[in-house]
C-alpha cells in the first residue's frame, strides 16, 4: 500500500507560483488582457464578498447577543470575520486565521464518527467570560461568539433560527 502525504503549503504555494507564471507571461504577450483579468477577477471577489456579506448580516440579524461571527469554508478558510459592533468585515490576525484553520480541522476530524454516531449539527462552548458555537452547515461553518446571558436553549434556537435563513441566501453564499 502506497500512502501519499500532501503538505497544503506545499500544495498552495505551487498554485502560487503557477498563477504568477501565468501572469507574467499575460503581461509579456498582451497587457490589455492582463488587466482585463485583474479586473474581472476583482469583480468576482466582489461579488462573492458582496453574497458573503449578505448572509453574515442575516445572521446578525437573527440574535442581538451575538458579538463577533466568523465563517469558514470546509478547508478552515475564512470568509469573512466580523464584530456586531461593526458594519464591515475586519481584517484577521494571524491568530485567527490559525484558529479558524484549525476549526475546519476539527470538523473534518469530527465527520469521522458522522457514520456511527450521526452528524455534528453544532458545537457549543460555554466559558467564564462568553459562548461560543459552531455551526456546521453544508459547505460552511459558522462561528459566533454569544454574550453569556443567552441560554443553552436559547442557543439551540439560535442554531436552528440559522439553519432555517433563506436558503438561497445560503446557498449563494456557500457556492461563491
Avoid: W
Avoid at 31 to 60: D, G, P, R
Avoid at 78 to 86: E, F, G, H, N, V
Avoid at 131 to 139: C, E, F, G, K, R
Avoid at 144 to 150: A, E, H, K, S
Amino acid at each position: 500500500m502506497f500512502v501519499l502525504k500532501i503538505n497544503k503549503q506545499d500544495v498552495f504555494e505551487t498554485i502560487t507560483q503557477v498563477y504568477d507564471k501565468f501572469r507574467e507571461n499575460i503581461e509579456r504577450s498582451n497587457s490589455q488582457f492582463c488587466n482585463t483579468f485583474i479586473f474581472n477577477q476583482k469583480t468576482c471577489f466582489a461579488l462573492v464578498n458582496e453574497k458573503i456579506q449578505k448572509l453574515a448580516s442575516q445572521i446578525f440579524k437573527v440574535e442581538p447577543l451575538i458579538q463577533h461571527l466568523g465563517l469558514i469554508d470546509l478547508e478552515g478558510h475564512i470568509l469573512t470575520d466580523q464584530s456586531s459592533a461593526s458594519s464591515v468585515p475586519i481584517e484577521p490576525n494571524e491568530d485567527r486565521i490559525m484558529f479558524y484553520y484549525q476549526v475546519g480541522l476539527r470538523r473534518g476530524r469530527r465527520e469521522h464518527f458522522n457514520d456511527v454516531y450521526g452528524t455534528t449539527e453544532y458545537i457549543h462552548i460555554i466559558r467564564k467570560k462568553m459562548q461560543q458555537i459552531v455551526l456546521y452547515l453544508p459547505m460552511i461553518t459558522i462561528y459566533l461568539t454569544l454574550d453569556r446571558r443567552m441560554t443553552p436553549n436559547g442557543v439551540g434556537q439560535l442554531a436552528e433560527k440559522i439553519n432555517n435563513l433563506d436558503s438561497k441566501l445560503l446557498s449563494d453564499a456557500i457556492h461563491n
